[in-house]
């Protein structure tokens, strides 16, 4: 599979997370991702994206940075904001920690069960940027058995 | 997302299709509390995801939120329907814990 990549920057509103699942689904459909691995990364991007919208910009205006690239049968997603950062990285990953009533603090949790690697980096008052990348089952696979 | 309530006796069916994220949990919210809020027989609430494409952690967010507006009536929550990348999401999440999932309507509606 050659390397390819898309950079895409949009604003942060709740209706542009669906939006980014669409774009991240179809550039991951270039690799072998069984339906079930399509479906996690959906929900990671979904994670990531919600994250920019409600902490970072705290649903004011601002830009979201999606940066996706395939190399080596690997697909990267960046998610990048110019945001309030976040202050205590380890209490944000807490699971089930959460700033609003009406949210379960799985984000993170979903982010690092559902892809292979996940960072953070963050600087309050800076931004944030996720990293994520996964690699279809199958094409790990076939380099085990030599395929 | 889109949401269709009726009640039969005391339990609330709410058949979800679409997405259910940050964008459409307000309104899955705001459509089942307005509903609860309108009549206090309600006492359960049964999720059909027969036709749900998508749920995040939003999503979930919001269910649990519905669960305690219930556990205030002595109610339970359900779930009918669920395919399986959705169980795994409420496996994680802990969900389980205060929502029952039965394989349709019908058994769900015998449990209650």
Same mark, same amino acid.
């Given at each position: ?35 079930? !691995? ?63 009533? !009406? ?45 | ?112």
């Amino acid at each position: 599979m050659k390397e390819n990549y898309l950079k895409v920057t949009f604003p942060s509103l709740p209706e542009n997370v669906s939006l980014s699942r669409v774009i991240v689904a179809s550039f991951a459909a270039q690799l072998d991702f069984t339906l079930n !691995e399509l479906e996690e990364i959906r929900v990671a991007t979904s994670e990531a994206v919600s994250n920019c919208v409600i902490h970072a910009y705290r649903q004011t205006s601002g830009e979201i940075r999606l940066e996706l690239k395939i190399k080596d049968d690997t697909l990267q997603i960046k998610v990048l904001d110019q945001g309030c950062g976040i202050s205590d990285l380890s209490l944000a990953k807490t699971p089930a920690y959460s700033t609003d009533p !009406e949210r379960m603090g799985l984000g993170l949790i979903f982010m690092e069960s559902f892809m292979d690697e996940m960072t953070i980096e963050s600087e309050p008052g800076q931004g944030t940027q996720v990293y994520m990348c996964k690699k279809p089952e199958r094409s790990r696979s076939d380099h085990g058995t030599g395929q | 997302m889109k949401l269709e309530l009726r009640r039969n006796g005391t339990t609330l069916i709410a058949q979800v299709s679409g997405e259910l994220d940050l964008s459409t949990s307000p309104a899955f919210r705001e459509q089942i509390e307005t509903k609860l809020a309108e009549d206090q027989l309600i006492q359960h609430l049964i999720l059909d995801f027969t036709e749900a494409e998508f749920v995040d952690s939003s999503g979930l967010g919001a269910i649990l939120g519905r669960y305690k507006t219930l556990a205030q009536r002595k109610g339970r929550l359900s779930a009918v329907n669920v395919p399986p990348h959705l169980h795994r999401l409420f496996e994680l999440s802990g969900l389980l814990k205060v929502m029952t999932i039965y394989p349709s309507l019908q058994e769900a509606q015998n449990k209650i």
